[in-house]
C-alpha cells in the first residue's frame, strides 16, 4: 500500500481527520465530486444492503469529494 499526503482548507465546516483515522478497519474510498451523473446515490443504496447483510465485518464507506451541482438527493 502506497501512502499519499492530502491537504485541504481547514474551517469549522471542514476538520481535519483524527490522526490514524482508518487504520483501526477496513474501508471503501470513493474520491471525486458529489453528484449525480457519478451515481453516488446507487453506491450508498447498495452499501446500506452489504453492510445489512454484512453487519459489523462491512468495511467503512468513506465518501471524499466536494458537493457537485444539484446533489441534495446524495
Do not use: Q
Amino acid at each position: 500500500m502506497r501512502r499519499r499526503r492530502c491537504w485541504w482548507p481547514r474551517s469549522a465546516s471542514n476538520p481535519p481527520p483524527r490522526p490514524g483515522a482508518g487504520r483501526d478497519a477496513p474501508y471503501f474510498l470513493a474520491i471525486g465530486t458529489i453528484e449525480p451523473r457519478k451515481n453516488h446515490l446507487l453506491l450508498l443504496h447498495l452499501w446500506r444492503e452489504f453492510a445489512a447483510r454484512w453487519g459489523a465485518a462491512a468495511p467503512r464507506l468513506v465518501l471524499v469529494g466536494r458537493r457537485g451541482w444539484e446533489n441534495e438527493n446524495v
